[in-house]
Every structure is written in structure tokens, then in C-alpha cells.
């Protein structure tokens, strides 16, 4: 079982990482910080799950997460970010998210989305 | 980063993200537009440079708006954003299509907004801060003026404050861009106690 | 709800709002300031008592308390206000509604209750409204008087207990640069760069400056001081004027350079007094003709009843007359038997005779004395202006009879006569001068003006005459009008008057006053027209900044074509190495070590190229400040950059010197070459032509330099054939140019203007041998 992780920032990878290791156990977590890696990644490792940040540099998630859902991979993808505009939250749904995430992020949190996109 | 670890810059950075998206949401609602904010540079420079870090973003033959709001006790110090009459007058004209009673081309109106617009993103920045470390921070009203080149050189002259936290910041609403320069002064003794409370969010973030 | 009972005894408003914006407490403040009682709006919606309210706004900032949990604020400069609410004030408001800052923040996060404070800012913003425009009211008279002092002050400084405190570039250029650490030093007192006019040893009177600016300023009168110059010795004259600042012991001091003035002045003065010298002369001869007029009327009393005055009586109704003794005096007839009226009235000429009859006649029928002027031809055939006067003696009844004298009235008018002449003479002595004329008497009122101060202000004579001198408007824009009235001593000051037409008049004006023999006091004020000078003063400034440029441009041109020979050698070694390079590629024959020999000259030539780019740009950089600098390594430097070119036009540029150390002149290094390279190169132009006659000829300038006393020399010569004879005395003015379509005509006149004006020398051009010298002389530092 694999789980990919997108986020520009270490900081808030390495804090989302803990999170999911504390949840899932025995998941092989593969992380990148730069958006343009993300899809390379996704191909080869064929993960289950991604966790996908919404603003960085040089590529938008949004456009991450369109691609994702083009290919056939059946990976469930939870989107982290700090923009929480409704807007954003229905733009984000509506490109095929499965859960999105507020952040500040914490515990129960990312409980509630794993359990959300798990059952 | 001058004076703060890698892992505290990069902290740093995810705490203003996290403030922004705050901002951000507050500024959609507000106006009824989706938007989306950027912070394209961050650092940190010495009170000495500030002038000289200004004047390498100022457009000399644009006119600009000074927002300046103090703060105290936790965190003591004082916010400065710059914004080009241009981009004021364009942030008034978001404003004036959920709001009728607003004119983008009245003097006071462009005010009203930009302080509105300024006291957002500071009390995102601040307050966001203040909430991280459970402490209080306590705001003055901001004020506004018309930029002049030798009141920033004066900030220096008080020489009361010590480091700036200096935050280029765009926001685009509905393909409308607006540029504002933040500029968060911050006394020598806050500066440390900014680091103390990046520590703390990085040790309970996501505890 | 309840609050805290304090925020009723608080002087703001207190309000807290829930959501929906309903109210839940309203404090004391805002009922007295709202009249709106907290028993009726508690439990209602605000907007109903405000329906003016701006709803969006406050949903806005409610918003931002709830998701920042920061608080709001609205501002009284941006908003105006919350709660309109009428200004109580009735004297001196601007604003009709309060303004207001509110703080708006969460007073109970669980049920999102919001407080607001309400501040009245009304009488802060009203009171920064009048400061701001008062400040710019005092920004424009700072402005206005700062436009004023630069127009007429050449140096300002500001004083403060003997030390400067601020002081313009001016200061610096006529004192020294070091002259203020000097004086704030204590080490030197300002007084000892200064001189007074009349050699007054002012250290000795005063001891310090700021002791004789305070004495100065106690008598309030325009000064002239003296300053020399550090390097050249040579002294500049100033007036200077002194203000004091009310509310403390700031002292501000403005000095204007009058050197040039000066030497007019001393013209004018000389002027005024021949003038007044002359004046005066008149002026007594005058009185000595009034008093010889009064003698002589005296005189012709007593001599009336001897000789000058006839009589005779007429019947009216006889016709029969009588004639005195006088009278036979008066006709040169003591045999005359004169019967009848009409044989007394054939003495009159003709053309008198039938008035006079008419007006006796006139007398007998109707009574009523008469007086008549006529002229009369004596038996002797002299002609005499006589005066009449009839008396009627009796009624019509017992018959009238008039008494007819006949007074002589030559030697009085010879004596009119004489006065008229002179008067004229002293009018056309007026006349004469270029200066205007304005004499008064002692309270002011005008009785003369010539005709040079008809034309210069616009009037008729008639216009002034009789006038008060407070017509003119004249003011002295350096100090008081005042201030040479109050001076019973000549006086001379620059002043400002009106013309007829409205317009502003500068002038010079000099003030002479004195006393007649009857103690009366005359006024004699000339004034010599200076409008145009003042106006072209600054114009002239403009035109010549104009002409630096221009000439800049001029030698750029001049210089890319040197740098377009410089370069011609390089790049062809350059292209030769290249082939070379390139057909042994061809032939197969290049090895590295080749190769690289040809690129290292190849970079030989670069360096060599680049270099010649480095000098030619400092040559051009814009350097504009005034320094020493050394005249034989520039003169030298100069000649280096245009010896190629000028050895391509066949001229050879020798230099001869004889200055055995370094020799330091002071100027603008920069100007310095421009002017020599402008020399040179005029000098290379008149070569060039003799060439074109004689291709052989060998074009040869030379310059020479020595030294002798304080006075450096520069002199360039050349074998050109020399400045036309007649050309020879214009060659330094403006748009003068020999060569026709090819010179700009500025060059000699902006060598002139920074060889006197800027560097304090001089410059001269002559026709020496084969060629033309011309010659500089520069003060050495």
C-alpha cells in the first residue's frame, strides 16, 4: 500500500506525514515538494492514496488532481490546503476530489478524512 | 533567513499561508468573488535595509497609499503596506460591485478599503500568531497616508524596532490583480519572541 | 442583557450588537449624544433608528470579528462615521456630522455579540483641517519668500549665537568649503573673511560677527561687505541684509554679489553728482536772478514815481486831457503837446489802439476801472511793453474823469524773459542725461522730472508734476523705503517702481538731497533703469547652460571621429591576423601554437582599443566639480588624444614648457579641455585650408606655457595664417563664426565665458607670424 504526499512545503509535509503514520501503519509514504515531480511519481508508484496541496509554485494542484483523474489509476486523492474559500472547496470536488482538508491541520482531521475515503 | 533557523523560515512560511488562506476566504465572502492570494517573496531584513529594500519596489512615478498599524503586548511592533493608488482603486472597484454605496473613483472610499483590506491581512498575520502561541495581541486602529519616502527613512532614525519581516503579497480577485508590499516591523525583543512562538507551532502543529 | 456599569460613565459611545444587529446596550453617552433613550432602541434593530447606516459595511467588519477574532475598525478620515449624528457645535465647525473611529471586537465569541467603541473625532480632524492649511499657507509664504531670497541673494546663511547653522552651496563657494567646521569650530570668526567698505577695521569695532550683524540689524540699513576670494585675492562686493526670527535668536543673512554693479554704480554716483553739482549751480543762479528780480522791483517802485510810471487824466466829457511829467519820460517826449485822447493813443502800435479807445470809452459811459498791456514805440522809436490802469473819478452827472497810468514794463520783462531762459537751460540740462529725474521738495511733492523718466515710467509730465512721489510706488526690494528717507545722507539702493501701464520697473536709484539758500530742501532722486538687466541676467544664465551643452555635442562628434582613427589601426592588424588564421585553416597548416599567438595579438588589440575607449570617456565624463587641478598633465593628456588625428590632417602639436614643477589652476578640469580642444581644433581647421592650397604645407601649432608671478600662461599658436584683421575684435562673442555653414559659433565665446567667468582669467587673441596665438591667463591656485 502506497501513499503519495504533494506539498511545496517540508514543513507541512513532514507534519502531515507524522499524522498519517500515527493512523496507517505499514503504508510505504512517498513525498514530493515539487508539483512537477507529482505526476512522474503517481505513474511509477501507482498509490492508493495521494495527499495533494493546493497552492505552489510552477504547477497548480488543481491541475495535479485533473490528471490524476485522467489516468486509470483508481487512487483515492485527499486535498490539504489553506485556501478555504467554499469556492475553492466546490472547484475542488467537482475536479473528482474525494475529500478535502482545511488547514491548520491536526489529528482528527486527518482521521476523519482517511476514514471518509477509506470505507 | 537572517537569525532563524531553516526550520523555522519554513514554518514561518506555512503559519502566513495559513494566515492568508484565512484572509483570503474573509475577502471572497466579503466581496462575493472567489480569489486567490500570493505570497511571491518573504524574508527577513534589518531595520537599517528597510529603506533601501522600499525604494527597490516603489514605481517612483506611482502614487501610494501607507496603511500603518500598531500592535502590542505578546508581539509588539507595527505593520506597514504599501499599495499603489492603481491597485487601491482596483481593490475599491471588487468592493463597489457587492457594495453600491461604494465609489472606486471617491478619495475616501479607496481609503476606506485599502484600510479595511490592510487591517485583514495584519490581523490574519498577527492574530494568527497570537492564536498559534494562546497569547494575546492587542491591535490599534490603522492609519493612512499618503506614502513619502522620508517617513520610512525616519522609521529607521527611531530605530526602535530591529528586524522586518518583509512580505510581497498579491491578491487576485476575478483576474483582477492587486499588489501590496507588508512590511512587519517588529522591536528586538518581539523578534525573539516571534522565534519562541514559531518553535511552538512547530512543535504542536499537527500534534 | 446587562454591561458593565462603567461604560456609562465613559466619554464614548458604548454599544453592543448581536448578529442580526440588534441592539443590546446602548450607554449614557451615546443617549445624549443621539437622544435616543436606551429603553426605546434595546431590543430594536439599529439600522431602524440609523436607516442611513451603510448595512454591507458592518456586515463586513462583523464578519472579519468573527473569523479573525481580531478586531474591526472604522476610521473617521475614511468612513466620516458609524451613527450620523449632527454636530453640537455652532462656532467654527467644518464638519456637520460628528466623525467617528469605532473599534468594533467580540464581547461574547459564543453568542457573537460585538462591542463598539465609538470615538468623536470631530474637533481633531477639524483642528488637523486648519493646521493643514495653515501649514500651507506657511509652506507657500516659505516658498514664496525662499523664491524671493534666491532671487535676489547670491549666498544665505542662517546664524545662531555665531554659529551657522544652515547655509546654501553659495556659501561654501564664496567663504570656503572648510569656512563652516571653521567658524562652528571657534576657530576662525566669520568677521575675519569679511571687509568693510570703508576700510573700517571691523575686528577692532566689533569683535565678532554675529556683534556686527546685531549692530547692523539695530540700525537697520542695507550693508555692503567685502569677501575675497581664497584662491585669486580678487574681492566680491556684496549688500547684505539681515532678518531676525521673532521667536528666537535665529539670524538669517542674505548677501548679493554687486560687483558687476558696482562699476556702474560708481558712474552713476559720478553722474549724480556732476548733476547735482550743476544743479545746484542753477539752482543759486536762480535765486540770485529772484533776488535780483526783487532788487530790481524795488527798485522800479521808487523809480516809478521818478520816471517809469506816466499818467494822465481825460475828461469824459470834454475829452480834454492831461499829461504828467512820467509819461512825457515813458513816449521819449518832454515837448509833447498832446490835445487829445487820440494823440496820447498814436503812440500805441497800432494794433492796441482800438482796445484801449473802446475801454475808455467803455469807463466814461459805464464807469469801472480797467487795466490793459500794450505796447507803445517811443519818439526815439524804442519799443516798450507798458501796463494800464484806469481809475474812474465822478459820477456820469458832474462828469467822469479817469486817471490813466502807464507803467514801463522792460526792464521787468527782460528780467521774466531771463528767468524763462534759464529755467530752460536747467530743464535741457535734465534732459540730457540717460537717467531719470524726479525732484521733489521736502514733503514729497514732485515739481520736475525730465524727459528719461517720461519715457522710462510712461507718464506726461503733466501726470506728475505736483503729484505726490507716493505715485511711483517706489519701494527698495532689498530693504525699506524707509530706510534712505530716514538717512539724511546720500543714499543708493535698487528699487522697484510702477510703470503707467502697470508694469514692475527695476531700477537704481540714487538720492540726493539739499538745501537752498531759503532753507528750503530739495530731493533730486535718479534713477537709471535696470529691468532688462535684471531680466537678462537670468536669461543669460539659461542661454549659456544652452551653449555648454551644445558645444558638448560639437566635440562628441569631434571625438568619435578620433576614436574612428584610433580604432582603424587595431582593427585592421585585427582582420590581417583573422586571414592569416583563416587560409592556414584552409591550407591545413595551423597548429595551437599558431592559433594562439594569433589570439593573443589579437587580445593585444582589444586591450589596446578598450583603452582608448576608457580615455576618451573620462575626457567626456560629466564632472562638474569645481577643483585644483593640474595644468600641465591636462594640457598634456588633452594633446595626446588629438595628436593622431591631427598628424592624419598634417599637423604637428608641439608643446614648450616652461613650468618647472606642477602648476594648479582652479576650474572644472573637463571645461578646461573642451576649451583647449576647441583651440586646437580651430587652429587645425585654418591649417586645413592652407593645406588645400598646398598639399606640402606642414601644419605646425604650438603651445606655450610659463608661469610668472600668480599668472599662469597658455598660449596657442599656430601657422594657419591668422584671424582677418577685421574679424579679429568679434571672434569671442556668441554665434560668431568664420567657418559658415561648418562652425556653431560658440566655441571662442564659451572658451571666454570659462576662462573669465568660471576660472577668474582671462583670454586674448592675436595674429603672431604665420598664424594666430591665443592667449590664456589663469590666476594660479
Keep these: 500500500m502506497k501513499i503519495l504526499v504533494v506539498d511545496d512545503s517540508g514543513f507541512a509535509r513532514r507534519a502531515l506525514i507524522k499524522l498519517i503514520n500515527e493512523q496507517l501503519e505499514g503504508w510505504a509514504v512517498i513525498e514530493t515538494g515539487e508539483g512537477k515531480q507529482a505526476m512522474p511519481l503517481f505513474t511509477e508508484h501507482r498509490p492508493e492514496l495521494v495527499f495533494l496541496d493546493l497552492t505552489m509554485p510552477e504547477i497548480r494542484g488543481e491541475d495535479i488532481l485533473a490528471e490524476i483523474k485522467k489516468t486509470d489509476i483508481p487512487s483515492k486523492v485527499i486535498v490539504v490546503s489553506a485556501d478555504i474559500q467554499q469556492k475553492t472547496r466546490e472547484i475542488v470536488m467537482g475536479l473528482g476530489a474525494d475529500y478535502m482538508v482545511n488547514k491548520p491541520i491536526n489529528a482528527e482531521k486527518i482521521a476523519e478524512a482517511l476514514t471518509a475515503v477509506m470505507i | ?207 | 442583557m446587562t454591561a458593565p456599569n462603567y461604560l456609562d460613565h465613559i466619554l464614548n459611545g458604548a454599544m453592543v450588537l448581536d448578529e442580526q444587529c440588534t441592539v443590546l446596550f446602548w450607554n449614557h453617552w451615546l443617549e445624549i449624544q443621539t437622544g435616543i433613550k436606551r429603553g426605546d432602541i434595546v431590543g430594536n434593530s439599529l439600522y431602524d433608528f440609523f436607516p442611513d447606516i451603510n448595512k454591507k459595511l458592518i456586515e463586513r467588519k462583523l464578519r472579519q470579528v468573527y473569523a479573525l477574532n481580531t478586531p474591526a475598525f472604522i476610521n473617521a478620515e475614511a468612513e466620516k462615521y458609524l451613527l450620523k449624528i449632527p454636530s453640537k457645535k455652532i462656532s467654527g465647525k467644518i464638519y456637520d456630522y460628528m466623525l467617528q473611529n469605532v473599534v468594533i471586537s467580540a464581547y461574547d465569541k459564543k453568542e457573537r455579540y460585538t462591542l463598539f467603541m465609538i470615538y468623536d473625532q470631530t474637533s481633531l480632524l477639524e483642528a488637523r483641517v486648519r493646521l493643514e492649511t495653515s501649514t500651507r499657507l506657511l509652506e507657500e509664504q516659505h516658498s514664496l519668500l525662499q523664491n524671493t531670497l534666491d532671487f535676489q541673494a547670491n549666498v544665505i546663511f542662517v546664524m545662531d549665537d555665531n554659529k551657522i547653522v544652515n547655509y546654501n552651496n553659495n556659501f561654501l563657494e564664496v567663504f570656503g568649503y572648510d569656512s563652516v567646521e571653521r567658524v562652528n569650530s571657534g576657530e576662525r570668526d566669520l568677521l575675519s573673511y569679511v571687509s568693510a567698505e570703508k576700510n573700517e577695521n571691523l575686528n577692532d569695532i566689533y569683535g565678532s560677527f554675529n556683534n556686527f550683524i546685531l549692530d547692523s540689524l539695530n540700525r537697520n540699513r542695507l550693508n555692503k561687505i567685502s569677501v575675497a576670494d581664497k584662491n585669486t585675492g580678487r574681492e566680491t562686493t556684496f549688500l547684505f541684509s539681515v532678518r531676525k526670527m521673532p521667536e528666537n535668536s535665529t539670524i538669517i543673512v542674505s548677501m548679493t554679489d554687486i560687483t558687476l554693479l558696482q562699476n556702474r554704480e560708481k558712474v552713476l554716483q559720478d553722474i549724480n553728482l556732476e548733476l547735482s553739482r550743476r544743479y545746484e549751480d542753477k539752482n543759486t543762479e536762480l535765486k540770485k536772478l529772484n533776488f535780483d528780480l526783487a532788487r530790481n522791483r524795488d527798485q522800479l517802485r521808487i523809480a516809478q514815481e521818478v520816471a517809469s510810471i506816466g499818467s494822465f487824466e481825460y475828461s469824459c466829457a470834454t475829452g480834454s486831457i492831461f499829461l504828467s511829467h512820467g509819461l512825457k519820460i515813458i513816449f521819449d517826449n518832454p515837448d509833447i503837446a498832446a490835445l487829445s485822447l487820440p494823440d496820447v493813443l498814436a503812440y500805441l502800435k497800432p494794433e492796441y489802439r482800438k482796445a484801449v479807445s473802446d475801454k475808455v470809452a467803455l469807463a466814461c459811459r459805464e464807469g469801472g476801472d480797467f487795466s490793459a498791456y500794450a505796447e507803445i514805440v517811443s519818439k526815439k522809436g524804442v519799443e516798450k511793453p507798458i501796463g494800464i490802469h484806469c481809475r474812474v473819478f465822478g459820477s456820469m452827472d458832474e462828469g467822469r474823469r479817469l486817471t490813466i497810468t502807464m507803467n514801463d514794463l522792460t526792464n521787468i520783462k527782460q528780467l521774466e524773459n531771463q528767468i524763462k531762459d534759464r529755467e530752460q537751460l536747467v530743464s535741457s540740462l535734465f534732459d540730457v542725461a540717460d537717467i531719470g529725474f524726479v525732484i521733489t521738495d521736502r514733503s514729497g511733492v514732485i515739481f520736475r522730472v525730465n524727459s528719461a523718466f517720461l519715457s522710462m515710467t510712461g507718464y506726461e509730465s503733466d501726470d506728475l508734476i505736483g503729484a505726490s512721489l507716493d505715485k511711483l510706488h517706489i519701494e527698495s526690494y532689498k530693504s525699506d523705503y524707509g530706510q534712505y528717507e530716514r538717512d539724511d545722507k546720500d543714499a543708493l539702493s535698487e528699487v522697484t517702481l510702477t510703470h503707467r501701464n502697470g508694469a514692475k520697473l527695476y531700477a537704481y536709484m540714487n538720492v540726493s538731497t539739499f538745501k537752498g539758500q531759503d532753507e528750503d530742501e530739495y530731493r533730486v532722486l535718479a534713477l537709471t533703469d535696470i529691468t532688462d538687466r535684471i531680466n537678462l541676467l537670468s536669461e543669460q544664465k539659461e542661454q549659456e547652460q544652452l551653449l555648454i551643452q551644445q558645444s558638448k555635442m560639437a566635440a562628441m562628434g569631434e571625438m568619435i571621429g578620433v576614436i574612428g582613427h584610433q580604432w582603424k589601426q587595431p582593427l585592421n592588424s585585427m582582420s590581417l591576423i583573422l586571414d592569416n588564421i583563416k587560409s592556414d585553416v584552409e591550407d591545413d597548416m595551423l597548429d595551437m601554437e599558431m592559433l594562439n599567438i594569433g589570439i593573443d595579438r589579437c587580445l593585444e588589440q582589444i586591450h589596446f582599443m578598450s583603452e582608448t575607449i576608457d580615455d576618451f570617456r573620462s575626457f567626456f565624463s560629466h564632472e562638474t566639480v569645481v577643483s585644483a587641478f593640474d595644468l600641465k598633465s591636462t594640457v598634456n593628456n588633452t594633446v595626446r588624444l588629438l595628436s593622431p588625428l591631427f598628424e592624419r590632417h598634417g599637423t604637428k602639436i608641439d608643446i614648450v614648457s616652461e613650468l618647472d614643477k606642477n602648476v594648479y589652476v582652479t576650474g572644472i578640469a573637463n571645461e578646461f579641455k573642451h576649451t583647449l580642444m576647441n583651440l586646437l581644433s580651430n587652429s587645425k581647421d585654418a591649417i586645413s585650408s592652407r593645406i588645400l592650397n598646398d598639399t606640402r604645407f606642414k601644419g605646425r601649432i604650438t603651445i606655450f606655457m610659463s608661469v610668472e608671478d600668480s599668472s599662469v600662461f597658455i598660449t596657442v599658436c599656430d601657422n594657419g595664417g591668422g584671424i582677418p584683421e577685421k574679424v579679429l575684435s568679434h571672434i569671442f562673442k556668441p554665434y560668431f563664426t568664420t567657418k559658415g555653414d561648418k562652425g556653431t559659433g560658440i566655441g571662442m565665446y564659451l572658451a571666454q565665458i570659462i576662462i573669465s567667468k568660471k576660472m577668474n582669467g582671462s583670454i586674448t587673441a592675436e595674429n603672431k607670424g604665420e598664424g594666430a596665438c591665443i592667449r590664456i591667463t589663469l590666476p594660479v591656485s
Excluded: W
Excluded at chain 2, 66 to 94: I, K
Excluded at chain 2, 102 to 117: A, G, V
Excluded at chain 2, 177 to 183: A, C, F, L, R, S
Design chain 2, 1 to 207: 533567513m537572517e537569525n532563524l533557523s531553516e526550520l523555522q523560515t519554513e514554518a514561518m512560511g506555512e503559519l502566513f499561508n495559513i494566515a492568508y488562506g484565512l484572509a483570503t476566504s474573509l475577502i471572497s465572502d466579503s466581496i462575493g468573488m472567489h480569489s486567490s492570494m500570493y505570497v511571491t517573496e518573504m524574508e527577513i531584513i534589518d531595520i537599517e535595509n528597510l529603506a533601501d529594500t522600499i525604494a527597490g519596489v516603489i514605481d517612483g512615478d506611482k502614487e501610494y497609499y501607507h496603511v500603518s498599524q500598531v500592535f502590542l503586548n505578546y508581539l509588539e511592533g507595527e505593520t506597514v503596506m504599501l499599495m499603489s493608488r492603481e491597485s487601491a482603486a482596483a481593490l475599491t472597484e471588487c468592493y463597489s460591485r457587492i457594495d453600491d454605496m461604494l465609489d472606486d473613483s471617491s478619495e475616501e472610499d479607496i481609503k476606506s478599503c485599502t484600510l479595511e483590506i490592510s487591517n485583514i491581512i495584519t490581523s490574519a498575520l498577527i492574530g494568527r500568531i497570537a492564536d498559534l502561541t494562546n497569547t494575546e495581541i492587542f491591535f490599534q486602529p490603522p492609519e493612512i497616508k499618503p506614502y513619502k519616502t522620508s517617513e520610512i527613512h525616519d522609521l529607521r532614525r527611531g530605530s526602535e524596532f530591529s528586524q522586518v519581516i518583509v512580505i510581497k503579497v498579491i491578491i487576485d480577485i476575478d483576474s483582477t490583480e492587486i499588489k501590496g508590499h507588508m512590511y512587519v516591523l517588529l522591536k528586538e525583543q518581539s523578534f525573539s519572541r516571534f522565534k519562541e512562538a514559531l518553535d511552538y507551532f512547530i512543535e504542536h502543529y499537527a500534534g
